[in-house]
């Protein structure tokens, strides 16, 4: 992961003239990719330039590095983040629901539903969370406790065995970036079974060693993801016998059904 950031940061700064396009691209994947210290820099020099942040470049930065602050218990500092964010898309599902999980967790009920009432007049619900893979030019795709899918028991039975060792080397899933209205085994099974670990799990099981497993989603990486994430590529070659990179990327206009398996 560190050298691909190595090269995109190469090539960003051997580009002669940088727009506010290429200056949000490289802010936003730093940040969500967990680089926020470094996103946090590269975005006070884009302002040192000249270069007037858009919407694109606000939201990019700002919401991933709520999610990064919170793992680290930060809360005010995560509020701030995500109200920022609110200011510039209202609409954002995953923002309302993780302010929500915060104040529940901080018992401030006036404020959850305060959330709530807010997320009830404006229409607006969390989008199911869907991400995908490419092994052998076909794409497959997964949801949160899928059963679409013909390898899944297979998916599941080594996503436990995975998990398992990862929470003896520290991994505690964080409920905070799911529904409160779910009960504690609830909350933990659903980030057990998120998409994102799915398609992870997939592709450990088709593609070869070594190879870096490309995961694309729907929605934003959460703080949760990112934590598995980490933890797994840091211990690779001690649970999996071998090193591995993993590259996961937003994509919101290439949303596949569920349960979709074509060819390119």
Same mark, same amino acid.
């Not at 691209?25 to 940040?31: E, K, V, Y």
């Given at each position: 992961m560190i050298s691909l950031f190595e090269d995109a940061e190469s090539l960003f700064e051997r580009m002669v003239h940088k727009d506010v396009i290429s200056w949000s691209?490289?802010?936003?994947?730093?940040?969500q990719n967990g680089f926020s210290q470094e996103a946090l820099k590269l975005f006070d020099l884009m302002k040192a330039s000249?270069? &007037?942040?858009?919407?694109?470049?606000?939201?990019?930065?700002f919401l991933p590095v709520a999610m990064q602050v919170l793992v680290h218990r930060n809360v005010d500092l995560t509020i701030y983040a995500a109200k920022q964010v609110l200011k510039l898309d209202p609409e954002d599902a995953g923002t309302y629901v993780l302010l929500s999980n915060i104040y529940a967790n901080s018992q401030r009920w006036d404020d959850v539903t305060d959330i709530r009432r807010q997320m009830r007049e404006k229409g607006i619900t969390k989008e199911p969370g869907?991400? +995908?893979i490419e092994v052998n030019k076909q794409i497959h795709a997964f949801i949160l406790g899928d059963t679409a899918h013909p390898k899944i028991n297979k998916i599941n039975m080594r996503l436990n065995q995975l998990i398992h060792k990862l929470v003896g080397i520290g991994y505690v899933p964080d409920t905070n970036f799911v529904l409160?209205?779910?009960?504690?085994?609830?909350?933990?099974?659903?980030? +057990?079974?998120?998409?994102? &670990?799915?398609?992870?799990?997939?592709?450990l099981m088709s593609l070869s060693s070594g190879s870096a497993i490309r995961i694309r989603k729907n929605l934003r990486i959460c703080g949760d993801y990112h934590t598995?994430?980490?933890?797994?590529?840091? +211990?690779s070659v001690d649970l999996l016998s071998s090193e591995i990179l993993f590259v996961t990327t937003i994509s919101r206009t290439e949303y596949v059904p569920v349960g979709t398996i074509g060819s390119k």
């Open positions: 691209t490289m802010i936003a994947g730093l940040a000249g270069m &007037k942040p858009n919407y694109i470049t606000m939201v990019g930065f869907c991400s +995908w409160q209205d779910l009960e504690g085994e609830q909350r933990d099974d659903s980030l +057990w079974y998120h998409s994102e &670990k799915l398609a992870i799990v997939f592709g598995f994430e980490s933890l797994l590529q840091r +211990w």
